[in-house]
């Protein structure tokens, strides 16, 4: 082959790869400003800055392991981190029976939440909870990402009518009717690097009596919205992590079954170790490699008389 040819070959992979971009842009931009997303026989309205819709064409298996996890279950579910009420739309969408309360700090969020639940005429199955879970008291704000889609958890630094607008876990348990956190099905936690805090306010009520779930589901994101670059504070969110699952495992939950933050499952574990390796290599690969092939794992914790419920549950959303 000779020399132009190789060049004309070249040329016409970069054009190509250019139109593709361009593609992309073209489908972003066309995103109406508000648009209803079709979730089983329920709808839910996205705002111009939630990407679940564009997430989910991407990549299929993203956020659809919890609905199809929780499809039997006829209890309670609690979702904190609720965003504007998808995971619960979701499980809603494939489940007949459970009661799910959302806890949500933000306004727009929680106001979002609230519409889509009233929407699809769940009002009876749903408690919905404006506050941060946290073993913190203060006052706090919900720190955007750059999709505006999801936050985190940030101290307010007005001292301007300062209200408390935290709550333990211990509290956020006794605003649930008593008939529905008998049978406690699963703890969902999504609060984007300071799901150990919520888990270490849950292991103290737990310690004291308190009721303990089947299931523990939440995600293990080492760094700071915005941030996965930055090396500030990271080994200190890994050992708080390091520390949660070790408190877990004290409570009995003794397995992990990991998946990656694109809903592939991965493994499953005993080893908090192993994980917390897991997140060192992620921590490499975005301080050192300027690359992530994954950003955060989705935990699901359970003891050991759950294994075949896991097992088979796998199975058949595989």
């Known amino acids: 082959m000779k020399l132009r040819d190789l060049f004309g070959i070249k040329k016409k992979v970069i054009v190509a790869i250019e139109e593709k971009v361009e593609e992309k842009v073209e489908e972003l931009e066309e995103v109406p400003t508000d648009r209803e997303y079709q979730i089983g026989k329920y709808k839910l309205l996205l705002k111009d800055f939630h990407v679940l819709d564009l997430y989910q064409n991407t990549y299929p298996l993203y956020d659809q392991f919890l609905p199809?996890?929780?499809?039997?279950?006829k209890g309670l579910i609690i979702d904190v981190g609720a965003n504007i009420g998808d995971t619960a739309i979701s499980i809603f969408a494939q489940n007949n029976h459970s009661f799910i309360v959302s806890v949500e700090p933000d306004l727009e969020f929680v106001n979002s939440c609230i519409s889509s639940i009233t929407d699809n005429g769940l009002v009876d199955r749903s408690l919905i909870v404006n506050k941060f879970v946290s073993t913190k008291t203060g006052n706090f704000v919900v720190k955007k990402n750059e999709s505006l889609s999801t936050g985190s958890i940030e101290e307010c630094e007005t001292d301007e009518n300062k209200i408390n607008n935290t709550l333990s876990f211990s509290e956020l348990m006794d605003l649930i009717p008593n008939d529905k956190k008998n049978n406690f099905d699963i703890l969902k936690i999504d609060t984007d690097s300071f799901d150990w805090d919520i888990i270490h306010s849950f292991v103290q009520y737990v310690k004291k009596d308190g009721i303990k779930p089947r299931f523990v589901f939440f995600?293990?994101?080492?760094?700071?919205?915005?941030?996965?670059?930055?090396?500030?504070?990271?080994?200190?969110?890994?050992?708080?992590?390091?520390?949660?699952?070790?408190?877990?495992?004290?409570?009995?939950?003794?397995?992990?079954?990991?998946?990656?933050?694109?809903?592939?499952?991965?493994?499953?574990?005993e080893s908090v170790e192993e994980i917390i390796e897991l997140a060192h290599y992620i921590r490499r690969s975005q301080l050192f490699n300027s690359h992530s092939t994954i950003y955060y794992f989705d935990v699901l914790a359970y003891a050991e008389n759950e294994m075949d419920f896991v097992k088979n549950t796998l199975i058949e959303i595989y």
């Open 219 to 269: 995600e293990m994101q080492t760094f700071i919205n915005n941030n996965e670059s930055s090396d500030e504070g990271r080994d200190v969110i890994i050992e708080n992590y390091r520390t949660a699952l070790i408190e877990l495992k004290e409570l009995g939950y003794i397995k992990f079954c990991l998946l990656d933050n694109f809903g592939t499952y991965f493994k499953t574990t």
């Open 68 to 73: 199809a996890f929780c499809k039997n279950f």
